[in-house]
């Protein structure tokens, strides 16, 4: 019996802390893992390359997303729903039509999703790791979608 006390108190500690890394740090505070000035010339690792996504919503009101980016090696953009909270996805499905500033430098994207194929290759060469999985809460599959520039 005590056992199972113990394995109940640490998985509500668990929740707890997953709840608090989704939606306070993540969520609230929105940070950015990429560290531009920490770059050198020579295309060393700086961190997680960001993008700030603007989607708009079905009342025409705008929301800012910090979220991760990755470039495949042929120049495509992704951006992927990995952790449980995805309105900022859900957004980009219904109105594709968004804005991404990286580096301080805001384009015109439009959303799209990315299913069978591509979706492998990109999953397979952007995996989650295991330890991001684990402060995540072991999240829903993800969704991934590729940002064309907009050229209207």
């Given at each position: 019996?005590k056992?199972?006390?113990?394995?109940?108190i640490?998985?509500?500690?668990y929740?707890?802390?997953v709840l608090?890394?989704?939606s306070?740090?993540?969520?609230?505070?929105?940070?950015?893992?990429?560290d531009?000035?920490?770059?050198?010339?020579l295309?060393?690792?700086?961190?997680?390359p960001?993008?700030?996504?603007?989607?708009i919503?079905d009342k025409?009101?705008?929301?800012?997303?910090?979220?991760a980016?990755?470039v495949?090696?042929?120049?495509?953009i992704?951006v992927?729903?990995?952790?449980?909270?995805?309105g900022?996805?859900?957004?980009?499905?219904?109105?594709?039509?968004?804005?991404?500033?990286?580096?301080?430098e805001?384009?015109?994207?439009?959303?799209?999703?990315?299913?069978?194929?591509?979706?492998?290759?990109v999953?397979?060469?952007f995996?989650?790791?295991?330890p991001?999985?684990?402060?995540?809460?072991?999240?829903?599959?993800?969704?991934?979608?590729?940002?064309d520039?907009?050229?209207e």
């Open positions: 019996m056992v199972l006390k113990w394995l109940g640490v998985v509500g500690v929740v707890v802390f608090l890394f989704e306070v740090f993540l969520g609230y505070y929105q940070p950015s893992f990429e531009p000035e920490g770059c050198s010339s295309g060393e690792d700086c961190g997680i960001m993008i700030l996504i603007t989607t919503d025409g009101q705008s929301t800012d997303r910090m979220v980016r990755f495949s090696t042929d120049g495509k992704y992927s729903a990995h952790h449980w909270t995805r900022w996805y859900k957004e980009a499905i219904k109105n594709p039509n968004v804005k991404g500033e990286i580096q301080g805001v384009k015109d994207y439009v959303a799209v999703p990315v299913e069978g194929d591509e979706f492998e290759m999953a397979l060469g995996p989650l790791p295991l991001a999985k684990i402060m995540m809460g072991f999240p829903p599959k993800r969704q991934i979608l590729r940002l520039p907009n050229v």
